[in-house]
């Protein structure tokens, strides 16, 4: 079976439980992201126009633009290619207190606009005076012990909302706020869409982490039943700095 797989910690609401529970993955916006170069690129000019595609740069503020239009128009979903990734465990699943899941690839790439592996590289990408969704799967190359693979939706039309600028009393909670130029009539506005998509991706196996809480332990291995899956607990290999999975 072909897995991918996601960390998740464990937070006061018990969001990651109550999303294992149903069966859903969440998919974030860029906004949320921990790392605050992703997005960014550098602008390469053809040499041959120098001044008309400098200046159009310059003008549409093209590098910022470019970054906001991401934001608001495509929603990630990251999972990496191996469960037993010590560091994984300590940064994304709360210092090994949480718990990791593997999904089926082909049932990521049902719901997603696109799936695939994370380039890693120490020059930023070179943007297109076009939007280009590739950037989304480049990251620097001091990330690449995660391995990730990242599946991206990109939302319709119907998913945002155009507001008067002066919105009063903005959401920004649960809705991600944009400010925009209005192409047609070029006037300002704001983009309302949700920061978070839900989609149903049933998982295949859970895996506990090395110091799990024995109240965790006890419902996400009650959740597993229920879904007639497989659940381990992570412990360490003696006398080593691995980790094993072991059946529960």
């Keep these: ?120 590289t120490s020059q930023p990408y070179n943007l297109k005076m076009k939007s280009d969704e590739s950037i989304l799967f480049i990251k620097s190359n001091e990330w690449e012990y995660e391995n990730e693979w990242r599946a991206i939706y990109k939302l319709s039309e119907g998913d945002i909302t155009h507001l008067d600028p002066n919105v009063g009393n903005p959401d920004y909670k649960n809705k991600l706020y944009i400010p925009h130029i209005n192409r047609e009539t070029h006037k300002p506005e704001m983009l309302k869409s949700e920061i978070r998509i839900m989609k149903y991706c049933p998982p295949q196996v859970v895996y506990l982490g090395l110091r799990a809480g024995l109240g965790d332990k006890d419902q996400i291995t009650d959740i597993c039943r229920n879904l007639n899956i497989p659940i381990f607990q992570m412990s360490q290999v003696h006398n080593s700095f691995s980790l094993i999975a072991q059946s529960i």
């Design 1 to 120: 079976m072909n897995l991918l797989y996601k960390y998740y910690s464990i937070d006061e609401h018990r969001y990651s439980i109550l999303n294992l529970r149903n069966s859903v993955v969440v998919y974030n916006s860029l906004f949320t992201f921990n790392d605050p170069f992703e997005g960014i690129g550098q602008i390469i000019y053809n040499r041959e126009q120098p001044d008309n595609e400098f200046w159009e740069a310059v003008e549409s503020n093209i590098i910022t633009d470019r970054k906001n239009e991401l934001i608001l128009n495509y929603r990630i979903f990251c999972t990496t290619e191996h469960y037993d990734n010590a560091l994984m465990w300590a940064h994304y699943a709360d210092k090994h207190t949480g718990f990791c899941v593997g999904y089926k690839k082909e049932d990521i790439e049902n719901i997603s606009t696109k799936l695939h592996r994370v380039t890693y």
